[in-house]
């Protein structure tokens, strides 16, 4: 996820795009760079690191023009570089993009082919040779040539151009990639999202997928006039009102919600599709492996799967077991990392040990990880921040594409934890030859069909509400599940008891009689997470359990299971329901209501959501 700016007028680019892109830097942080049409050129400015290493290379070598555009990177393809940073230039074309161009590999060994050098390890580079070769081929502008190019890209994009064969001309365009553009005073700015050009302009227009925008400034006797044409890369003509953003500054960073913490909530589809993307072969039914860093032999030679974690991230490593075992079928175990480094683990050489860490930088999985390295074991790290400590000392890294979490309490690094976690267990099961192509085109597909149901989930937010509100006198919640429902019992407990100061404990739902069903009585609130999966009619039984007890039930159900509709009524509880669908994704959906309870539990108690007390987002001391 990455995040790019674009601006014509008549004041200096620079300082606009740089503004811009600290706006944005929460979507990429690992470089940044600028490119200015000055004096008849492209001048480029590019710099490893955060944006404030942007600010002094700009300071060593100023860019004076009015017409630019810039990016801040989180890294897809390539690691940071000063090589792979945007913007990427050939001949006359400067580019930015956001986004994943999913052919680029075909794309890339046909330009080269034709003798083009890439000086880059991008996807993105490929769309600056592109729009060069349609230039020098004739096309009649840059608008034509960045059209042309887009026919031949499969993936997600937001993208602008600029050519020093026409300099007062920006071309954008977006497929599955935010874009949002701003018609100023004089003056026009675009933007992967909207604090990015309030500085500027409120009166925005959103791009919708397959549109482009054409800015282009034109001086006439001394004076300046711009416009902005929307159009399809198909060439259809578009016309759209601007809308009045109204946001505060602090509203604006927050994209218009409350908390930093219920935004993420509601970026999870987003994330899993960026963590998705580039990565399923839906046609072979297969994960796309390279981004792994493991050779495909380690597969085969591996006797176990051993699992390092802290926190929300054991919670993910634990669904991660049950999948690693289902599908691959290959013994896994789930450790602590802070009770792994004061033991003596037995680690061998034929152990695969997998780190899950949102930060990459936790110092028990770390510790976790050099013991395992000294026992001969590989590494595969599962983080969100790139080249973070624990990626650097594995032997491979799957990163999440998250992109920056600013709530201490996690939610969607969770989330696409477990979709990696899971496309992991299928690169693994089909490499064992456990798992078959179509069961493997199965999991896949279900989980491609994930965000949507997470946004048909997120609809329930203003009931979650009314819940939080009825229970909001609790001093104590059980959650309850089985199987993989379980681990994620276990996150809805820790996200109340993180964010709303509400004692919690999760457990599996077969152990309840061992022990916890005893504190249950007509004060308590007992979460059942209770889908139509292969568990239901185990749990369905424990929920009956809890309501002879008289505990007040919130079921988390299957929409349309009638059986646990009129079983949760006839006992007076709550039913919360997702839409149905496979056993495998089931509980990557089943934790969206858990995690809206949670968050209005603690807002309605008026407790500091994004930095609870005592909690750190990075968990580098003991």
């Avoid at 018609?183 to 302009?201: K, N, Q, R, V």
């Avoid at 993420?264 to 796309?288: K, N």
Wanted: hydrophobic share 45%; net charge negative; charged share 25%.
């Amino acid at each position: 996820m990455c995040g790019i700016v674009a601006f014509v007028g008549t004041r200096a680019a620079s300082p606009v795009l740089v503004e811009g892109l600290r706006k944005l830097e929460y979507r990429g942080y690992d470089s940044a760079g600028i490119a200015v049409h000055a004096g008849g050129e492209v001048a480029v400015v590019r710099a490893v690191g955060k944006l404030s290493n942007l600010d002094a290379a700009l300071a060593r070598t100023p860019l004076k023009g009015t017409v630019g555009i810039g990016h801040t990177r989180w890294a897809t393809h390539g690691r940071p570089s000063e090589a792979n940073a945007h913007p990427h230039v050939s001949g006359p074309v400067a580019v930015v993009h956001n986004g994943i161009i999913e052919n680029h590999v075909a794309l890339r060994h046909e330009l080269e082919a034709a003798g083009v050098r890439f000086a880059s390890d991008t996807d993105t580079e490929i769309v600056a040779h592109l729009v060069a070769r349609a230039l020098a081929a004739g096309s009649p502008s840059l608008e034509e040539a960045v059209a042309s190019s887009l026919r031949l890209v499969t993936g997600a994009y937001a993208i602008a151009v600029i050519s020093k064969t026409e300099p007062d001309v920006v071309v954008l365009a977006k497929d599955q990639s935010p874009l949002v553009l701003g018609i100023g005073d004089g003056e026009l700015i675009a933007a992967s999202d909207i604090p990015a050009i309030l500085s500027t302009t409120r009166d925005v227009i959103f791009l919708e997928d397959g549109e482009m925008v054409v800015l282009r400034r034109t001086e006439k006797d001394g004076a300046f006039t711009f416009d902005a044409r929307l159009r399809t890369v198909a060439g259809q003509p578009v016309v759209r009102p601007t809308k009045r953003i109204d946001w505060s500054p602090a509203q604006a960073e927050k994209g218009g919600f409350k908390h930093f913490m219920l935004k993420e909530i509601h970026e999870q589809p987003r994330a899993i599709e960026d963590t998705l993307r580039g990565r399923i072969d839906l046609a072979g039914g297969d994960v796309v492996s390279q981004e792994l860093g493991l050779d495909d032999s380690v597969a085969t030679s591996i006797d176990r799967v051993y699992f390092v974690a802290c926190g929300t991230s054991a919670h993910a490593a634990m669904a991660g077991r049950y999948w690693v075992e289902a599908l691959a079928r290959v013994p896994s175990t789930v450790e602590i990392g802070s009770e792994v480094r004061y033991r003596d683990p037995v680690f061998t050489p034929r152990d695969l040990v997998i780190a899950v860490s949102q930060s990459g930088e936790t110092s028990d999985t770390l510790a976790a990880v050099k013991a395992a390295r000294a026992g001969g074991a590989r590494v595969l790290a599962i983080a969100n921040v790139l080249d973070s400590a624990i990626p650097r000392a594995a032997d491979g890294a799957f990163y999440t594409h998250a992109g920056p979490e600013i709530g201490v309490a996690s939610t969607k690094c969770f989330t696409t934890q477990l979709a990696a976690l899971l496309l992991f267990a299928v690169w693994l099961g089909r490499r064992r030859g456990t798992l078959s192509p179509e069961r493997a085109k199965f999991v896949l597909g279900a989980l491609a069909h994930v965000p949507a149901l997470m946004r048909e989930a997120l609809e329930d937010d203003a009931s979650l509400r009314l819940l939080a509100k009825r229970h909001l006198k609790a001093r104590d919640m059980l959650f309850l599940g089985r199987g993989i429902g379980f681990p994620i019992a276990l996150e809805g407990a820790l996200k109340v008891k993180e964010i709303s100061y509400v004692h919690a404990e999760g457990y599996a739902a077969g152990e309840m009689k061992h022990g916890p069903i005893a504190l249950i009585d007509d004060a308590m609130p007992v979460v059942v997470v209770c889908p139509r999966d292969d568990h239901f009619e185990k749990t369905a039984s424990n929920l009956q359990e809890v309501r002879a007890r008289e505990g007040q039930i919130i079921a988390v159900g299957t929409k349309g299971d009638e059986e646990l509709a009129s079983l949760v009524a006839k006992h007076d509880g709550d039913l919360v329901t997702v839409p149905a669908c496979a056993p495998e994704v089931v509980h990557l959906v089943t934790v969206i209501p858990l995690q809206l309870l949670a968050y209005h539990m603690a807002d309605l108690k008026g407790t500091d959501v994004d930095q609870p007390r005592n909690l750190a987002k990075t968990v580098t001391v003991e």
